[in-house]
Antibody
Framework: EVQLVESGGGLVQPGGSLRLSCAAS????????MYWVRQVPGKGLVCVSR????????TYADSVKGRFTISRDNAKNTLYLQMNSLRAEDTAVYYC??????????WGQGTLVTVSS | QSALTQPPSASGSPGQPVTISCTGT?????????VSWYQQHPGKAPKLMIY???KRPSGVPDRFSGSKSGNTASLTVSGLQAEDEADYYC???????????FGGGTKLTVL
C-alpha cells in the first residue's frame, strides 16, 4: 500500500525557515517524480514544486522560486521541502504527492504551515 | 501558468446528474489527454476520481465519468448521492517544463 506521511509543519515568523519532510513507503520511491502541492485554507490547490526520481531535475512555481528548495533522499525514501524567507502568503496546508503524467494518484495527509508574528 | 477555470459551485438533488466544467487552453487541457479530477471532503486530502480524461481508478463508483471537448473537460456525476457533496478540482498536464495546473475548485452541494 502506498503511503505518504508529511511532517515538519508549524508556526513560524515572517522571514523564518522551515523544512518539511514526506516519508514514502509501499512503492519504489526512486522511480517516481514527487511533488509538493499547497492549499491555502478555504482556497484551491497549487503545485509549488516537483523533483524527478534521481533528484537531478527540479521545477518551482514562480511564487516560491529562489526561496524554496525541493530535494529527496532515495536511501531514506524521503522527500523534503526547505522553505526560507517565509511570507504570510505561504500559510497553507502542504501536501506531498506522487504523480504520473500530471495525475496525482497518491497524496499525504498534509501538514499545516502558518507564517505569522 | 494560469489556473484552469471551474464554476465555483454546482448542485443537484439526490439521484440527479450534475456536470462540472473545467476550461483551459490549447497549452494544457486542449493539448493533452492528461486531465484529472479530484474530490476533497473538508479537512481531508484530495482523492483521485478520474485520470487521463475519462479513466476511473479502482474503487471509484461508475457514476463518476469524465470527458473532454477542445479546451474544456467535464466531470459528470450521475445519480447524485449525499456522500458526493464535496469540493472537486480538475488538473491538467501542461508540458514537460511546466508544473501541473489546477482549477479553482467547485463546491458540489447535494440538495
Amino acid at each position: 500500500e502506498v503511503q505518504l506521511v508529511e511532517s515538519g509543519g508549524g508556526l513560524v515568523q515572517p522571514g523564518g525557515s522551515l523544512r518539511l519532510s514526506c516519508a514514502a513507503s509501499g512503492f519504489t520511491f526512486s522511480s517516481y517524480w514527487m511533488y509538493w502541492v499547497r492549499q491555502v485554507p478555504g482556497k484551491g490547490l497549487v503545485c509549488v514544486s516537483r523533483i524527478n526520481g534521481d533528484g537531478s531535475s527540479t521545477t518551482y512555481a514562480d511564487s516560491v522560486k529562489g526561496r524554496f528548495t525541493i530535494s529527496r533522499d532515495n536511501a531514506k525514501n524521503t522527500l523534503y521541502l526547505q522553505m526560507n524567507s517565509l511570507r504570510a502568503e505561504d500559510t497553507a496546508v502542504y501536501y506531498c504527492a506522487r504523480a504520473t503524467n500530471g495525475c496525482y494518484g497518491y497524496w499525504g495527509q498534509g501538514t499545516l504551515v502558518t507564517v505569522s508574528s | 501558468q494560469s489556473a484552469l477555470t471551474q464554476p465555483p459551485s454546482a448542485s443537484g438533488s439526490p439521484g440527479q446528474p450534475v456536470t462540472i466544467s473545467c476550461t483551459g487552453t490549447s497549452s494544457d487541457v486542449g493539448g493533452y489527454n492528461y486531465v484529472s479530477w479530484y474530490q476533497q471532503h473538508p479537512g481531508k486530502a484530495p482523492k483521485l476520481m478520474i485520470y487521463e480524461v475519462s479513466k476511473r481508478p479502482s474503487g471509484v463508483p461508475d457514476r463518476f465519468s469524465g470527458s473532454k471537448s477542445g479546451n474544456t473537460a467535464s466531470l459528470t456525476v450521475s445519480g447524485l448521492q449525499a456522500e458526493d457533496e464535496a469540493d472537486y478540482y480538475c488538473s491538467s498536464y501542461a508540458g514537460t517544463n511546466n508544473l501541473v495546473v489546477f482549477g479553482g475548485g467547485t463546491k458540489l452541494t447535494v440538495l
